[in-house]
């Protein structure tokens, strides 16, 4: 007679699985041209962009953490790689800290931080990305009189594609959203359109603060890291490094909030950490118009922007050059390394405030024509930054050394704690610790000394052999456990139906596990699930 006729109870072994996957395959894609519809970039593709390629109107762009998008460098206007979100567009580029989204040249091998663009500051290789949006400008090269002032790209045409203006940038809607461009790392751009027109890194026309622009990184570009066109769009957390033009621009009324903002310059013929306009100088120049809105008044609070070096072929270049009618604010921030003057300021901005600010080791420190207004409220010592260094030796560290008078700032210009922005007890984009670890090309080309921790790695957790064995008024349950995978006992009185946990969970170490069930006077039905 069967010992377990009488108890009936049948084993059942059962796994949780974990699966992951994506709808497209390991490919090269081609992109270019318009883009409708909902467009999704996969991390285990590469994309490239042929041409000028657009995101249009009510078109929306979701690109995966981890997605590499590379440009080709083309020989003509228009045909090599450029990303364009044109007004009602929208771009969800959501990376991570150790898994960015970069766009990069065709020829960039992101893989190794010692290949030909990565090594000599290789510039202009393809464009950038161009983000146009719905907010206000307060001036324009395609006419002030305009309702909404609206402008034109660098002078691109004004192409008609589909009754959209493809090129055209700002409205009256300040709260516009573009999207979110989030760990995001753009390499190797710059391209020119034409003589003294090249492609920034990320370019904002327009932009409105409904749109995200965090941890952004613009690297070895021929042109400008960012430059806002107008717009009221809000930034923190972006880094300028190696660009032959200015760090960061602003022009047409730019009205934006901004808190850590990082940039440095290779020792050669660069421009200025910060060149900023109120309204646009142009040939022919456009009238000026004082008191047009939207006013640039714009803020930045914990900048660290390292310049060229002092002489030679950095010889001149500004701190910050403050130009026509522009209201800006610059504070709890460090300057050094600029040959040129501490602080220029235009004779009509002289609401303009730079303060609480550290300056050093400039060509002729405490100088520029702004500096009588605004010298006093800042200092000019060193700022004690870690080590300033350009080479990919893995020494460059712009934190703050310990006793560094960066640690001890003016509170009055310490960043007030509303509107997403932080009370940052230092001055500077950075204090103990560098937020620019792990996703940027300064990081992944060996500027920096960061490895990113990997990933944790699951244990596979086979569904378990129950074996069973009468013990007495009991019925020992075993199996062979794998390490690192927990085990539940489950008991049921059917097949089917709500299964019921069973004692404690087991903790597998390879060994065999046991563990003992009453008998019953019913049937009874026993399965063990991995966690």
Known sequence: MNPLHKNKILAVACAAALSSGSSAGAATNEVGGYLYGTQNWYATNTYVLTNFTYVMSNAVLNIEAGTVVKGVPGTTLSDFGTLFVTRGGKIFAEGTECAPIIFTAEADDVNDPFDGPSTGFQRGLWGGIIVLGNARLNNSVAGSTNAPIYDIYEGLLDLDVGGERVHRFGGGDDNDSSGVIKYVSIRHGGKKLESNKEVNGLSMGGVGRGTTVEYVEAFCIADDGFEFFG????????????????????????????????????????????????????????????????????????????????????????????????ECRIYNSIFTDFDGADILISANSTSAQVRGNIFDNTGSTGTGTGWAQEGGFNTVTNPGLAFIDRSQNAKLNPTLATGSPALTPNPTYVAPAINGLQAAQYVGAFKDGNWALGWTALDGNAYFKYVCPAAAVLPVCPAPTLAIALNGANVDVSWLSTAGCNYQLQTNTTINGTWGDYASPVAGDGSTKTVPVSKSGSELYIRAVTQ
């Open 231 to 326: 717009g009221s769009v809000n930034t923190k957390h972006l880094v300028s490094a190696f660009v032959d033009d200015d760090q960061f621009d602003a022009d047409q009324g730019y009205n934006g909030t901004n808190q850590f903002w990082f940039g440095i310059h290779e020792p050669g013929t660069k421009d200025d950490g910060l060149e900023l306009n109120g309204q646009p100088t142009t040939t022919p120049q456009i009238p000026l118009l004082p008191g047009q809105e939207p006013v640039a008044n714009w803020v930045v609070y914990n900048a660290t922007l390292i310049g060229s070096g002092i002489g030679g072929a950095a010889a001149g270049f500004d701190a910050m050059n403050i130009r026509q009618l522009n």
